[in-house]
């Protein structure tokens, strides 16, 4: 596997803050209200669909490390439900853990998407008209 470069460097390090984060308001009690996006359905789908984005771009040139990292974080939303069960006010559900599961997904293919028309783009102002 290629060595990371300093730009996937820094999206496994901003990878490493979000799921801090995602843990850390999934973790407690009373997480600010503000910070919500209005349905807690949602709130799964966009957390783990940023972190979905991270893995595709701070594993690009690594499809094998991509697909692990990728099951990985579905790993992490299952041990943050099951860890849910122990913390007060919150309850492990598995239509959370669906929502992990398809905003992984979405992230990816985003990520995927906006890979291809940034290689799309280079190459059109590359070449001649």
Partial sequence: MPSPTRRDSAWRVLLALLAALVAA????PAPPERLSLGWDKINHLSA????????????RDAP???????LALLAFGGAIEL????VPGRSAEWADLLADGIG???????ALLARWWLRRRRGTQQSPP
């Fill in 25 to 28: 308001l999934a973790l407690t």
């Fill in 48 to 59: 783990f669909g940023a972190l979905a984005v991270c893995v595709m771009f701070g594993w």
């Fill in 64 to 70: 094998v490390a991509q697909r692990a990292m990728l």
């Fill in 83 to 86: 860890l849910q069960r122990y």
């Fill in 104 to 110: 992984i997904v979405a992230g990816a293919l985003l």
